[in-house]
């Protein structure tokens, strides 16, 4: 066994971490207040080359696997939980056409979404398909004329949707066949019949604006189709099996980034005359805090361990995030909790990073779901 990084880990660690501190973690409160997508940001993450983690060099990325993109992810969502979340969410695209995808399509799309500006999206939600993903109705029928496929629907709550430059639309080919006539399709941005609907105003994470995503006749060539027809489900779950590592690489981050602000609150803070660090119940608060982070950091970093070495990770993704994000929501709970009432001012970050860890326990599979896949895998049903 080897908990070490490689000195190339520890070398990427480093450069995130300022990354972070000097590039988000200035902006990452007015991204909050204003909601903006924060497009500046991203391209400096292009070039970063952290947009390209995971994708293969000689496709136009930067190389490295899942435990690169978790030291990525983790180390912004330390400073702003929305940024973390369209780097997470813009390599899925990626992932999926390196996994699925034509020698064409990847020639075509990975060097744009890995160093070259462009922000991928996964659509795979809609408005009476959630956890139940495959009551999809978004249909993309074949024209046999044109060779093109027709896509009619809706998709809803897609991270990224009214920003992206690719976008991989889950549809039925064949709605008769219900979960088994689910395809996977890219739609470009600006493609005549796609258009972006409402722009939610959430909760949480508000510089990853969240989209519905309209299709009225959008015309896609036959060569968009990613794998084979009435593979899309499969498609959606391998995708989301690394996209749960990105998640929980988030919800790493946002608890460690409450930690370290806890620690320097409370050696700074003095109550009754000495600093609060020296009241034994919050003590007690950090000593907790510190051990469940350690725990879920190790859950995701074996999760990512897997998945870098093509071995099966749909159990450990799940428990990995389900672990890490509940962890998020217990850990800056207490971190606002030793704020006092500062923690519940917007001058401080910690309410912030209170409501950007909720979504955690939300998106790519809520935590309930994340209990179906593991009980089922535990139990052999
Ligand atoms: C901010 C945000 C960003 C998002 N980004 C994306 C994106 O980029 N792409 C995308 O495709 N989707 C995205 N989503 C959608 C997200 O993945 C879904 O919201 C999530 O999967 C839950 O679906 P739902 O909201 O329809 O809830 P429902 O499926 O209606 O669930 C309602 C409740 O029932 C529970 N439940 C449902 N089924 C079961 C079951 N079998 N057993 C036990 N409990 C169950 C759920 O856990 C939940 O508590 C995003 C959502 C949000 C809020």
Same mark, same amino acid.
């Given at each position: 066994?080897?908990?070490?990084?490689?000195p190339q880990q520890r070398l990427i660690r480093k450069l995130a971490r300022e990354f972070a501190e000097k590039e988000v973690e200035p902006i990452a409160a007015d991204v909050d207040k204003?909601?903006?997508?924060?497009?500046?940001?991203?391209?400096?993450?292009?070039?970063?080359?952290?947009?390209?983690?995971?994708?293969?060099?000689?496709?136009?990325?930067?190389?490295?696997?899942?435990?690169? /993109?978790?030291?990525?992810?983790?180390?912004?969502?330390?400073?702003?939980?929305?940024?973390?979340?369209?780097?997470?969410?813009?390599?899925?695209?990626?992932?999926?056409?390196?996994?699925?995808? @034509?020698?064409?399509?990847?020639?075509?799309?990975?060097?744009?979404?890995?160093?070259?500006?462009?922000?991928?999206?996964?659509?795979?939600?809609?408005?009476?398909?959630?956890?139940?993903?495959?009551?999809?109705? *978004?249909?993309?029928?074949?024209?046999p004329k044109t060779n093109e496929y027709v896509l009619n629907g809706t998709k809803c709550f897609i991270s990224g949707g009214s920003q992206a430059d690719y976008l991989l639309i889950f549809?039925? *080919?064949?709605?008769?066949?219900?979960? /088994?006539?689910?395809?996977?399709?890219?739609?470009?941005?600006?493609?005549?019949?796609?258009?972006?609907?409402?722009?939610?105003? /959430?909760?949480?994470?508000?510089?990853?604006?969240?989209a519905e995503l309209i299709f009225e006749g959008c015309r896609v060539p036959k060569e968009n189709l990613v794998g084979k027809e009435g593979k899309g489900f499969n498609i959606a779950m @391998?995708?989301?099996?690394?996209?749960?590592?990105?998640?929980?690489?988030?919800?790493?981050?946002?608890?460690?980034?409450?930690?370290?602000?806890?620690? /320097?609150?409370?050696?700074?803070?003095?109550?009754?005359?000495?600093?609060?660090?020296?009241?034994?119940?919050?003590?007690?608060?950090?000593?907790?805090?510190?051990?469940? *982070?350690?725990?879920?950091?190790?859950?995701?970093?074996?999760?990512?361990?897997?998945?870098?070495?093509?071995?099966?990770?749909?159990?450990?993704?799940?428990?990995?995030?389900?672990?890490?994000?509940?962890?998020?929501?217990?850990?800056?709970?207490?971190?606002?909790?030793?704020?006092?009432?500062?923690?519940?001012?917007?001058?401080?970050?910690?309410?912030?990073?209170?409501?950007?860890?909720?979504?955690?326990?939300?998106?790519?599979?809520?935590?309930?779901?994340?209990?179906?896949?593991?009980?089922?895998?535990?139990?052999?049903?």
């Open positions: 066994m080897d908990f070490n990084f490689s204003t909601g903006k997508f924060p497009r500046e940001t991203f391209e400096k993450m292009v070039k970063a080359g952290f947009t390209g983690v995971c994708t293969p060099v000689e496709y136009g990325g930067s190389g490295g696997s899942d435990i690169e /993109k978790v030291i990525l992810v983790s180390e912004i969502a330390r400073k702003c939980a929305a940024t973390a979340g369209i780097l997470s969410i813009h390599t899925i695209f990626a992932s999926v056409i390196l996994k699925f995808g @034509t020698e064409e399509q990847k020639k075509k799309y990975l060097p744009k979404v890995g160093k070259g500006g462009c922000l991928g999206a996964f659509a795979l939600t809609e408005p009476n398909a959630g956890s139940d993903a495959g009551n999809a109705r *978004t249909t993309a029928i074949f024209d549809a039925l *080919t064949q709605p008769e066949k219900k979960l /088994k006539g689910l395809s996977c399709i890219i739609v470009e941005k600006g493609m005549k019949g796609f258009s972006v609907g409402r722009v939610e105003d /959430k909760m949480g994470i508000h510089g990853s604006e969240t @391998t995708a989301l099996d690394g996209a749960r590592i990105g998640v929980a690489a988030q919800a790493l981050g946002i608890a460690q980034g409450a930690i370290d602000l806890s620690v /320097k609150y409370m050696h700074e803070r003095v109550q009754f005359g000495k600093p609060i660090a020296a009241l034994q119940g919050l003590q007690w608060y950090i000593a907790d805090m510190a051990t469940k *982070t350690e725990a879920a950091k190790w859950l995701v970093y074996y999760a990512a361990f897997l998945d870098a070495n093509n071995m099966p990770h749909t159990k450990e993704a799940a428990m990995a995030k389900l672990n890490a994000s509940e962890n998020a929501r217990f850990v800056t709970n207490l971190a606002l909790q030793i704020h006092g009432g500062y923690g519940y001012m917007k001058d401080y970050p910690l309410e912030r990073m209170y409501r950007d860890a909720k979504i955690t326990e939300i998106y790519e599979g809520t935590s309930e779901i994340h209990k179906v896949v593991i009980s089922r895998a535990v139990l052999g049903r």
